[in-house]
């Protein structure tokens, strides 16, 4: 049947990713569906009430054929288009930044799509609405010349903001969450930024011993709060993981960091050889899962992208030397001697616990 442009547009979305494993996941299916219905017509949403009978090979062919196009273009074509691609970025791509000439990083807005998310993320196949210029905020000097929005539209605001270093901003549709165009890493400010991060790194090499004999103390300390601190710390500095944070139910992925691991994502063993084992299994930030097996972390394997769409299974470039001895997990007493870390995390969360 003939849909409406509104309709028929998000279907488009849908359509082009017929052959991605998304497609074949209930929850995708779902949000999209449910979005796809809010665009059409009444007529239409009285004759599709169901995804599985909506046939969308045409649509799926349409830019296969798109694509087997652009590979035979000639060299001239394609220099054709490069030469456009470059003319855009000359006119958009720079800013003036205190005299200087700055690249930008990101000149384009989001396009319209279906949202993907990170692993089983609750909200994916939902759809991410157009970005238009009454959602734009722009950031500029107040003796620069504004930018003129497309011809019956206005920005949402402009304003003159030293303080920050992005230039537009705007909430994408999704999570709320606000996106932003940002200079070009290799950008004088972008530089200095990241200058002073490594440099804050490499006075921590001066206080680092410290800060280890401090929290080892306090495995020991009287108070439950002090010795869970210690025990995050510990964490933190030999398995390196991140240290987490709370996040509403139905918002996001179930990632977890350090100081949001739950008692499912550690087991505790029986005693072998005189020592307490444990191991722990987490998805950890971009949905890649860490295995904690004996207090040693082992290396993340994640799907990488080949050029061409393919992937392949490859670790990740995780380097972690803990100190502990293969298929045991210890941390260090203050003394100097060796302790489970199974008997930490008991001395931290109390007798209460319990192996998942």
Not at 148 to 177: C, F, Y
Request: aromatic share 8%; net charge positive; with cysteine.
């Amino acid at each position: 049947m003939r849909l409406s442009v509104k309709a028929e547009e998000v279907a488009t979305f849908y359509g082009r990713m017929l052959d991605h494993e998304y497609t074949t996941k209930e929850v995708f299916r779902k949000n999209f569906f449910n979005d796809w219905r809010k665009e059409m017509t009444v007529e239409e949403r009285e004759v599709i009430k169901s995804l599985d009978k909506c046939d969308f090979t045409e649509i799926h062919r349409y830019f296969l054929d798109k694509a087997a196009a652009r590979k035979v273009l000639t060299k001239e074509e394609k220099q054709k288009l490069k030469e456009e691609a470059e003319k855009l970025q000359q006119e958009f791509g720079y800013c003036i930044l205190d005299g200087h000439r700055e690249k930008i990083g990101n000149f384009k807005t989001e396009p319209p799509g279906l949202f993907r998310g990170r692993g089983d993320h609750p909200k994916m196949g939902m759809l991410k609405r157009r970005v238009m210029p009454e959602d734009v905020v722009i950031n500029c000097s107040r003796d620069s010349k504004i930018p003129k929005p497309p011809a019956g539209h206005q920005w949402k605001e402009v304003r003159s903001d030293n303080t920050v270093m992005w230039l537009a901003a705007w909430t994408e549709s999704i999570q709320n969450s606000i996106k932003y165009v940002m200079l070009n890493p290799c950008s004088k400010l972008k530089g200095e930024k990241a200058w002073q991060k490594f440099e804050t790194a490499r006075r921590l090499r001066g206080f680092v011993d410290e800060i280890r004999s401090q929290y080892r103390a306090d495995w020991k300390s009287q108070e439950m709060k002090t010795r869970q601190r210690a025990v995050a710390l510990y964490f933190i500095d030999k398995l390196a993981l991140r240290a987490g944070n709370e996040k509403e139910d139905g918002e996001a992925a179930d990632t977890v960091g350090c100081c949001s691991l739950r008692v499912e994502h550690v087991q505790l063993h029986p005693e072998a050889d005189g020592c307490q084992h444990a191991s722990g299994s987490l998805v950890g930030k971009s949905v890649l899962r860490d295995e904690l097996i004996g207090g040693r972390r082992q290396k993340p394997t994640h799907r990488r992208k080949r050029r061409g769409g393919a992937h392949c299974s490859a670790p990740a470039t995780v380097k972690r030397r803990p100190r502990c001895r293969p298929g045991r997990g210890v941390a260090l007493r203050p003394d100097g001697t060796s302790q489970p870390f199974t008997v930490l995390l008991r001395g931290a969360l109390g007798n209460g616990m319990r192996a998942a």
